[in-house]
Each structure stands twice: as C-alpha cells, then as structure tokens.
C-alpha cells in the first residue's frame, strides 16, 4: 500500500508559485528582445515589418512552437514529479 501524499506546506507553494512568476517574468523580457530582433530582420527582408502575410506567418510560426515546448516542459515536470513522489 503506498503513502498518502503529503500536502505541500505554505512556504512550498509561495516559493513555487514566486519561482513561476520569476520564470515568466525573464520569459517576457527574452520575448521582447528577440521580438525587437525578429522586427528588425523583416525590415531587411521585406522593406518593412508591418507587412501582413510575413507578419501572420511569424505569429503562427511562433504559437506552434510555443505550444510545443509547453508540452514538453509539462511532461518533464509531471516526469520530475513522480519520480519525486515515487
């Protein structure tokens, strides 16, 4: 028969829920810059970077391989997870 599991404490989850936040906040920030970086590179390619089609490409581009790492990211953690537990 296995333990129950045990409850993490407060101070666990303050410190897990601060440490996501720290996360996405340098997430944000490294978003922004290579936001800045991608604008600049379809200035040079397309002559400006308000062009529609590039634009849409890059934002699709972009969401699927954002969506793709949150999952890998969410089964190492769920992996992480059990091995602790386990």
Same mark, same amino acid.
């Given at each position: 028969m296995?333990?129950?599991?045990?409850?993490?404490?407060?101070r666990?989850?303050?410190?897990?829920?601060?440490?996501?936040? @720290?996360t996405?906040?340098?997430g944000?920030?490294?978003?922004?810059?290579?936001?800045?970086?991608?604008?600049?590179?379809?200035?040079?390619?397309?002559?400006?970077s308000?062009?529609?089609?590039?634009?849409?490409?890059?934002?699709? @581009?972009?969401t699927?391989?954002?969506?793709?790492?949150?999952? @890998?990211v969410?089964?190492?953690?769920s992996?992480?997870?059990?091995?602790?537990?386990g």
């Amino acid at each position: 028969m296995s333990e129950p599991e045990k409850e993490p404490s407060v101070r666990e989850q303050i410190l897990d829920k601060m440490s996501a936040l @720290i996360t996405a906040a340098f997430g944000l920030v490294a978003a922004l810059a290579w936001n800045d970086a991608i604008k600049a590179i379809f200035k040079e390619i397309f002559g400006t970077s308000d062009t529609l089609i590039p634009m849409v490409i890059y934002a699709t @581009i972009v969401t699927i391989i954002a969506v793709i790492l949150t999952i @890998i990211v969410a089964r190492a953690v769920s992996r992480a997870k059990s091995l602790r537990l386990g």
